[in-house]
């Protein structure tokens, strides 16, 4: 069965909206009427994928250099683009520039020097140490 006539209808009769609000029924609400007050760990998960291979793809086509580092600097790198968000993300200009120029320990000392450091507390210091330590 063709299920995108039903789709189409859904998305008319739901409209779009990026941002949550409460549906007539009073539940938190996003997106063509998905319901976020209930969400499967599978629904979860496939964010989660999803999400994060969005935020690597970004990652790569800002920050070229960060093919060139290791493993455990790029998941540092990209765990900090999912958290946060790539736009925010860049805005580490100072960190950024340590991690391209290779001075790790300064790139980790500019994480730490942050709100996002002091709001996400022991996530950013192991961060911070993946990329010191690489």
């Known amino acids: 069965m063709d299920l995108e006539p039903l789709r189409a209808h859904i998305r008319s009769a739901e409209g779009y909206r990026d941002k949550p609000y409460r549906c007539p029924a009073g539940k938190l609400t996003i997106g063509y009427g998905t319901n976020i007050e209930q969400i499967s760990r599978e629904e979860a998960e496939w964010l989660l994928r999803h999400r994060l291979d ?16 290791s493993d455990v600097r790029r998941q540092a790198l990209y765990d900090m683009a999912y958290n946060m968000g790539v736009p925010t993300l860049a805005q580490f200009r100072k960190m950024l520039g340590a991690m391209e120029a290779g001075d790790y320990a300064r790139a980790a000392a500019e994480a730490l020097d942050s709100l996002w450091a002091r709001q996400v507390g022991q996530r950013a210091r192991r961060i911070a140490q993946m990329i010191r330590e690489g």
């Open 54 to 69: 969005q935020a690597i793809a970004e990652v790569h086509r800002r920050w070229p250099w960060a093919e060139r580092m």
